[in-house]
């Protein structure tokens, strides 16, 4: 790919926005996260979660099968981890508990759907959200749209190698990571960042 | 059947010893798959891509697969191939020519599933009248289902990327299949000498609790749920998840490009990339490319060779930046239409400069001296 300046910002961007890894932007390694297109080391990428979720009007967090579901060691702790994270954040959770979309139509106020996540997005004018636990596919599809149609802040945080589309993506994000950025959004209130 | 421990990719690709062999492009099939680790194969026979499954079979016997069966036709065995990976396990199989257009529905339907099968293609002609012989047409049909494609010039070649291919299309960020191609009897049916290593070692097994879609293990959650589709609906929303999962898939084989310079050490060999005259080519075409260049350097001529590997993800910043100077960019290829100049013609910045040919089809050989021929005309 040509060098570009591409940024993966908040939208609404236009009609179909392009996925960011064909505009150039490339996935983090270890130790390294991504924001708004452009690689950071980690610590500073969580920094700016923490700020971003205590800033934001509404942030949402959207939790997906992956930690929904207690499917092998370690989730439920994880799970439990994210949803202290939230609480510190003051944010909310509307779960993704799977990849169907909802026909003959979402209840956007209690679920979100990969394939039409813009409508859970708009009902409750969410600003700033937080994937955790979702496919990767599921989520790179659900990012673009979001970045398409609404003004939403996106942050992934992934257990594998992270998410090009979100605006700050961690990678390899498990307990100890989760409990970091909780840690870190504490200290931030504490400093009076609301 | 040997008893075998697994290795890390790295060390069965690059540090393990090898050992020489003089084998036929199906036999060295047979060596990847026997060190590949793979579950299961599945098989329907056409010329020249039998004899490569034929001898998977044989792996089977010996007790190296866990499955093997033949389907009822090619888009059967593309199907129940989709079906296994949906489900969780390693998956090859192979086709060639008019196999590869009957089953070809099947290969985008791999591609947005995000199935990592490796499925090698023996190319052919494709029954315009009826050949059994070398062509690589099909492959012109290949290149938009999403899929990633090799080209292996030689046996060695296809040994390798088909190793190397599973690798790449199990990674997590990238996660959709790989088409391994090659030029059938050419490579299929010749002998070479292959490099291979030891058959007590082999790949680590497929993770697929690692995919960035779910695994069809209608045992455990969170994975007890189908991929629906969401074409059932006329509405703006439908067309905008498909149009962007449709743009996953491409970002897929994106992420895939670091993979392929890691694992097979570039898209592209380049060789004398300074000369004026370049040629570009994939395939065997290669090699007959590179017998043009010897005979041109005798004769006092300077050309350089750009051996395309990977098609898909296509090289196209290498191909820009490499004929950049050259005063002439050669694209000799074996089926009528052209498809390799189409693709590097689409990269450049100066097309004028670029001639589509030598071609041939419908089992033509390639002499050099066609290559030799526009070289010594470029050379005015």
């Known amino acids: ?194 | 059947m040997i008893d075998q421990r697994v290795v890390t990719p790295e060390y069965l690709f690059f540090e393990a010893p090898r050992e020489k062999r003089f084998m036929t492009g199906s036999e060295a099939v047979r060596e990847a798959i026997k060190r590949a680790n793979v579950d299961m194969a599945i098989s329907y026979p056409i010329t020249p891509q039998s004899e490569s499954m034929h001898l998977v079979g044989d792996l089977y016997a010996e007790g190296y697969l866990r499955e093997y069966f033949r389907g009822e036709n090619e888009f059967a065995v593309m199907s129940a191939v989709a079906g296994a990976s949906m489900g969780g396990v390693r998956v090859f199989t192979a086709t060639g020519g008019p196999g590869t257009l009957r089953a070809f529905e099947a290969f985008p339907t791999w591609a947005g599933a995000r199935l990592p099968i490796v499925c090698a293609f023996m190319t052919r002609g494709v029954n315009s009248p009826l050949s059994i012989q070398p062509d690589t047409i099909e492959m012109a049909f290949m290149l938009n289902t999403g899929i990633m494609m090799f080209h292996a010039e030689t046996a060695q070649d296809l040994y390798d990327m088909i190793l190397k291919a599973f690798v790449i299309a199990e990674k997590t960020d990238v996660h959709i299949p790989v088409g391994v191609f090659t030029d059938g009897f050419f490579v299929t049916h010749t002998r070479d000498t292959v490099e291979i290593a030891a058959e007590d070692i082999k790949l680590p097994p497929y993770n697929p609790y690692c995919a960035p879609v779910p695994v069809m293990d209608m045992e455990n959650v969170p994975v007890r749920q189908m991929r629906d589709p969401f074409v059932m609906k006329s509405n703006f929303i439908s067309y905008a998840t498909h149009a962007s999962w449709q743009q996953e898939i491409m970002a897929a084989a994106e992420r895939a490009r670091n993979y392929v310079v890691k694992y097979l050490g570039g898209l592209v060999e380049v060789e004398n990339e300074d000369a004026d005259i370049l040629i570009v080519a994939s395939g065997t075409a290669v090699s007959q490319s590179r017998e043009a260049i010897g005979m041109a350097r005798r004769e006092g001529l300077d050309a350089g060779l750009i051996k395309i590997k990977c098609l898909r993800p296509f090289p196209g910043e290498e191909i820009r930046k490499l004929t950049r100077n050259a005063t002439a960019v050669i694209v000799p290829e074996f089926n009528r239409v052209g498809w390799l100049c189409q693709e590097i013609k689409s990269v450049m910045e100066d097309t004028g400069k670029v001639i589509g040919g030598p071609r041939v089809f419908g089992g033509m050989t390639m002499p050099p001296d066609l290559i030799l021929a526009e070289i010594r005309r470029c050379s005015r």
């Not at chain 1, 236009?14 to 490339?26: I, T």
């Not at chain 1, 969410?126 to 003004?151: E, M, P, Q, S, W």
């Open chain 1, 1 to 194: 790919m040509s060098v570009t300046e591409y940024r993966v910002l908040a939208g609404p961007e236009g009609y179909l926005p392009p996925a960011a890894a064909s505009m150039g932007v490339a996935l983090p390694e270890e130790g390294e996260a991504l924001v708004e297109g452009k690689i950071v080391p980690e610590k500073e990428a969580m920094r700016k979660i923490a700020e971003k979720l205590l800033t934001a009007k509404n942030p949402v967090f959207f939790p997906g099968p992956l930690l929904l579901w207690a499917w092998k060691e370690g989730v439920a702790e994880k799970a439990k981890a994210v949803k202290d994270l939230a609480e510190a954040a003051g944010a909310k959770i509307i779960p993704m508990p799977d990849y169907r979309p909802k026909y003959p139509m979402i209840n956007p106020a209690i679920e979100i759907n990969p394939n039409h996540p813009n409508l859970t997005i708009w009902h409750n004018k969410i600003d700033a959200c937080v994937f955790i636990g979702v496919h990767c596919h599921y989520a790179n599809v659900a990012l673009k749209i979001i970045r398409g149609g609404t003004d939403c802040y996106t942050i992934a945080l992934c257990g594998e190698m992270g998410h090009e589309d979100a605006m700050i993506s961690l990678r390899d994000v498990d307990l100890p990571k989760i409990k970091k950025v909780t840690e870190m959004v504490k200290e931030m209130k504490k400093e009076g960042l609301k």
